[in-house]
């Protein structure tokens, strides 16, 4: 243990990052029931240090909802709630910032801990601090989606939720990755090759995917058009045009509907062959040829859940369900690229 230099992998560092990982993993699935059940704009004001805690008084708590009664969506969706209401609301959104708070000490002290002792593999140091940094970001990011919603609308804007949702995968996956590193080494091909490239694309469109299902999200797209494969009875949705190409693309529902969908075919088709191809190959490593087996069948399973979940009209369940098995799909499809590119 005396230079940061001693070892190319630790296996403790790795299942440090591992947890974390899965500690984004929660937050992804509590991010998405807050979405889902409307609580997202239930805590009006930003306190990185004293809004770790809840209010902790009946005084408290009616300050707390005397707030939220100034925003537009208490006027507009809300008005009359009952105090026991909006605290069914806030609890998902205090949860929500609460595991934030959590996943940036437990990725904080450990870090700290293992740079003293020198666990962590010279190379990764400073993409451990770059990871660190990325969650302080999405941090940033939540609250400025979050203010989005504050005055002019009754929920946040689209684009800044799929910010915040991308910055959310991409924190997973490059968690996922760095912690492969760490458990196995840095060794890598010296020129990529045919099958490393491949898995590099499909892993993109997977990430791609997850940012039109978030405009999804954003613009309660997954509550119009509930017939499969059909668009209320046609394959273009009549008002699929916005105002303008903007509003087409991220704030039209049949628009960002449609394109969430034309993108998982092609998807499935790409994964799928990816499957098959390595599969038959000759030259893959058995561990390569099984996660893109696995990431096939992710892509194919990810595919009917979403259209199952499409015409049951989004209950709570299946939405929350349908981003965790998107966060699982992104973390085999990372597997997928990083294993492909060793040796």
């Known amino acids: 243990m005396t230079s940061f230099l001693r070892s190319d992998r630790s296996r403790p560092v790795a299942i440090w990052l591992f947890a974390v990982a899965a500690l984004v993993l929660a937050m ?14 239930s805590i009006t004001e930003w306190k990185p240090i004293s809004g770790v805690l809840p209010p902790m008084s009946d005084a408290a708590w009616a300050a707390e909802f005397a707030r939220y009664r100034q925003i537009p969506q208490y006027a507009e969706v809300n008005r009359g709630m009952s105090l026991a209401a909006f605290q069914s609301i806030y609890w998902w959104e205090w949860a929500h910032r609460f595991l934030a708070r959590f996943v940036g000490a437990a990725f904080l002290a450990p870090f700290v801990y293992f740079l003293i002792r020198r666990e962590i593999p010279g190379r990764l140091i400073w993409r451990c601090a770059a990871l660190f940094v990325l969650g302080g970001l999405q941090a940033v990011v939540g609250w400025w989606m979050v203010a989005s919603g504050l005055a002019d609308r009754v929920s946040v804007a689209p684009e800044r939720l799929m910010v915040h ?4 995968f991409a924190l997973l996956g490059a968690l996922v990755w760095t912690a492969l590193e760490a458990w196995a080494g840095g060794a890598r091909q010296s020129s990529p090759s045919r099958w ?3 898995a590099g694309v499909l892993l993109a469109m997977v990430y791609l995917q997850v940012l039109l299902g978030a405009l999804v999200a954003g613009n309660d797209a997954g509550f119009a058009y509930n017939d ?4 209320n009875g046609a394959f273009w949705p009549a008002d699929y045009a916005g105002a303008d190409l903007w509003a ?13 969908r034309l993108w998982a075919y092609v998807l499935v088709i790409a994964a799928l062959a990816s499957a098959v191809g390595a599969a038959r190959s000759r030259y893959l490593a058995t561990e390569t040829k099984a996660l893109a087996i696995a990431v096939g069948a992710a892509v194919l399973l990810q595919a009917l859940l979403g259209i199952a979940t499409l015409m049951m009209v989004v209950p709570l369940g299946m939405g929350v369900a349908h981003q965790l098995a998107a966060a699982l799909l992104l973390a085999l499809a990372v597997a997928f690229a990083w294993r492909a590119r060793r040796p």
């Open 28 to 41: 992804i699935v509590v991010g998405g029931a807050t979405r889902l059940t409307g609580s997202g704009l």
């Open 165 to 168: 949702l991308g910055l959310a």
């Open 196 to 198: 490393s490239r491949y």
């Open 228 to 231: 499969w494969p059909l668009m």
């Open 248 to 260: 087409t693309i991220a704030h039209s529902q049949a628009a960002v509907q449609l394109h969430h």
